[in-house]
């Protein structure tokens, strides 16, 4: 955190935090659109949706242009992909198989536009558990925060990986020894259910992680960036049909979005004080907690330090290797319902049609590339490898 960037309050903090804190950017002309075009956000209180948050609270939809209505906040993913399919919302965050989901089970033209963030997650149990790793999950029970995310996806590769089977029944239910139980349960919910031995753990996007160590005396057993090196997480969706209609729009709502990912890598501290309750209130937690996520040093318990991985990170660029891998993925993961839909999938095609980079491409380019994000190979700066391991 930049010490000559302290706020010395809310208003005063917005009001300076874009220009002298970043330093990076001088403000674009504003044209505004008509009152009918306004931009209608929502998102879950989780730091996966920082981009988007911290984009409104300084300014940058605005430099674009853009009339934005306050971020609407919801307690589910159940919640946020209804009111997105119902028109509430037309440009949100959203776990990245569920568009998956929307495409090729519901029929609904949604296009991924960009990577929110990378990581950002953890498998979270008690304090005083004996759970430690993947095998100890043997006759547990596990939260999920949806089937259709990377936090069931990761978790079930890590339960097979130990030879243990994920399965889905009533809690009440008597589960083998080889048995993990997973079950859908709003992130908001999951620190009071570990709390009150209701469950045995969660695997959720943070702050519910770090809430839990700081409040409950909880234990990180896996951070997810951990587990897939520097992972998707959260996307920017919109449907094909606002996109098409609104493409000048979308172009300026992502330049301010990858604007909001850089501000956010070099101003750690600021993050967590803009979106605390004790800054603009966007997250309803205290600034301690998101310091947890945003601030911290790597903690000691990581399998891969030499990954060097934030415990989240920001990078808009959505690389095809990792759409792929998430596809190819989300054929073996357990999830309710039927999944019929993704065998006849073809992950290549599925891959390109599902994704849209032009709107965040041009938007990279404006700021000099991907370079500003990550270590990449110069030569191939759009492609990557990617490094899974469960250990």
């Not at 094909?240 to 709502?253: G, P, S």
């Not at 070099?266 to 945003?294: C, I, M, Q, W």
Request: aromatic share 10%; glycine share 6%.
């Amino acid at each position: 955190m930049d010490r000559h960037c302290q706020p010395s309050s809310r208003r005063q903090f917005l009001k300076t935090a874009a220009v002298t804190c970043s330093g990076l950017f001088l403000p674009r002309a504003v044209t505004a659109f008509a009152a009918s075009e306004t931009l209608k956000i929502g998102y879950l209180p989780i730091t996966d949706a920082t981009p988007l948050l911290v984009a409104h609270g300084l300014g940058y939809f605005s430099e674009e242009g853009l009339i934005v209505e306050k971020p609407v906040m919801v307690r589910s993913w159940e919640i946020l992909s209804e009111s997105f399919l119902a028109g509430k919302f037309n440009l949100t965050h959203m776990l990245f198989p569920i568009p998956m989901w929307m495409r090729y089970k519901q029929k609904i033209p949604v296009k991924v536009l960009a990577w929110d963030h990378t990581n950002g997650s953890a498998i979270t149990v008690r304090g005083d558990s004996n759970i430690y790793s993947f095998k100890d999950l043997g006759g547990k029970q596990i939260a999920v925060p949806y089937w259709y995310s990377m936090h069931n996806l990761l978790l079930q590769m890590g339960i097979r990986s130990h030879g243990l089977t994920p399965v889905i029944q009533p809690q009440s239910a008597k589960l083998e020894k080889n048995e993990v139980n997973l079950f859908i349960l709003p992130p908001p919910d999951m620190p009071t259910a570990l709390l009150g031995n209701k469950i045995d753990g969660y695997i959720v996007a943070d702050p519910f992680n770090a809430l839990a160590e700081i409040k409950f005396n909880a234990r990180i057993m896996r951070f997810s960036g951990d587990i897939w090196k520097n992972h998707p997480c959260c996307v920017i969706v919109a449907q094909e049909d606002f996109i098409n209609k609104n493409k000048t729009m979308v172009q300026k709502a992502m330049n301010a979005l990858v604007r909001a990912q850089d501000w956010c890598i070099r101003n750690p501290g600021e993050t967590a004080h803009l979106l605390s309750r004790d800054g603009e209130g966007y997250l309803p937690f205290p600034k301690e907690v998101l310091a947890r996520v945003f601030e911290n040093p790597k903690p000691d318990q990581v399998v891969h330090p030499d990954w060097n991985v934030a415990r989240i990170g920001f990078q808009p660029f959505p690389f095809p290797s990792a759409t792929q891998f998430i596809i190819d993925r989300m054929k073996q993961t357990l999830v309710e319902g039927d999944t019929l839909f993704l065998k006849d999938l073809d992950t290549g095609k599925a891959a390109a049609d599902l994704v849209d980079d032009t709107y965040v491409s041009k938007a990279l380019d404006e700021m000099g590339g991907l370079k500003r994000f990550c270590n990449c190979d110069i030569t191939k700066p759009y492609t990557r490898e990617e490094t899974v391991e469960i250990n």
